[in-house]
């Protein structure tokens, strides 16, 4: 599978939900696991946002700990987004044997491998590279181990479980093809559609409406969550305040928003909880696009109550740190 192709699935396929549940457990009895916790929470609302090298920057800052197998295909899978096969592959090759040779990364592996030495040997326990904690998300209930025999038993159901999936996903990429195919060729007619479907969304109930959107979002189908966003559910009280903060990440994503949009929102929901997000995406855009003083909006972050966000404006402030990183 071409890798562009594998790390879409990745990040379509981890359950980042079933992550958090995990270390929000783990920090009841260990508290190594309780900062994890918020900092996951940041990496995949900068992950879904498009901001990929703020989410594995986050990464960086964890101390080694034992963690699911999800999370370092998770880590690998934004490393990609950002530089391709040779930053995942760096990625890759910190992680000790343990890590590497684990049969949830055996696919990692082979699409990062160039050669047969390109890994040379590195047991480097680097970043993130401590151990690897069992855990099979696809099951809610924790699994026991009764004897020899049953283990290799759950082993095997859950290798035919896994290949079932695998093939779902390839058909679902299948499909994904041959409908961009299909748009491409009638981009005329979709175009027709698309005005019709717009009134109809915006039709919904509010409520309904937000939901579908946020839902749309978390499965990164931006250009539905954008048609969503239309109309009362912009305009209601009970769901505008979340409707534009969705609609500023949606827009976003699709590279369709200004900076006026993100100082409408300032405007209009002073008392949003949703403030240092929309800060941050602000300064992020006005970097990107050299657009107003980014500095400027990330002073007003660092005035903000501390939370991540703050805290990395005060430290691109103070130098020891950069936008970028």
């Not at 283990?151 to 390839?170: C, D, G, R, T, W």
Request: hydrophobic share 35%; proline share 3%; aromatic share 8%.
């Amino acid at each position: 599978m071409d890798l562009s192709k594998f790390i879409r699935s990745e990040l379509e396929t981890i359950n980042t939900a079933h992550i958090t549940k995990w270390l929000e457990d783990k920090s009841l009895s260990k508290r190594d696991y309780k900062r994890l916790v918020e900092d996951f929470k940041a990496i995949v609302i900068m992950e879904q946002a498009g901001f990929y090298e703020q989410a594995d920057a986050r990464f960086m800052q964890w101390k080694p700990l034992p963690l699911p197998a999800e999370i370092y295909r998770y880590r690998l899978a934004i490393a990609g987004k950002i530089g391709g096969k040779r930053l995942a592959r760096k990625r890759f090759s910190a992680y000790p044997s343990v890590v590497q040779n684990h049969s949830q990364l055996k696919s990692w592996k082979k699409n990062l491998r160039s050669n047969p030495l390109w890994l040379g040997g590195l047991v480097v326990a680097g970043l993130l590279a401590v151990g690897i904690t069992q855990v099979d998300f696809s099951e809610e209930a924790p699994l026991k181990k009764t004897s020899e025999q049953t283990s290799v038993e759950q082993k095997l159901a859950s290798l035919e479980k896994e290949v079932e999936q695998l093939k779902q996903k390839n058909e679902k990429l299948t499909a994904s093809e041959e409908k961009k195919t299909e748009t491409k060729k009638t981009k005329a007619d979709q175009s027709k559609e698309t005005e019709q479907e717009e009134p109809q969304a915006s039709t919904k109930n509010p409520e309904q409406a937000l939901q579908e959107a946020i839902s749309s979002v978390q499965s990164k189908e931006y250009e539905m969550a954008n048609q969503l966003l239309t109309g009362k559910v912009l305009t209601n009280k009970e769901t505008a305040g979340m409707a534009r903060f969705y609609k500023l990440i949606a827009a976003g994503k699709l590279k369709e928003t200004k900076q006026s949009d993100y100082l409408a929102y300032r405007n209009d929901f002073p008392e949003s909880g949703y403030m240092s997000d929309v800060l941050w995406m602000q300064a992020v855009y006005e970097q990107k696009n050299k657009v107003g003083n980014y500095k400027t909006t990330l002073q007003e972050l660092a005035k903000q109550p501390d939370n991540e966000w703050s805290y990395a404006a005060k430290a691109i402030l103070q130098g020891k740190s950069t936008l970028g990183d």
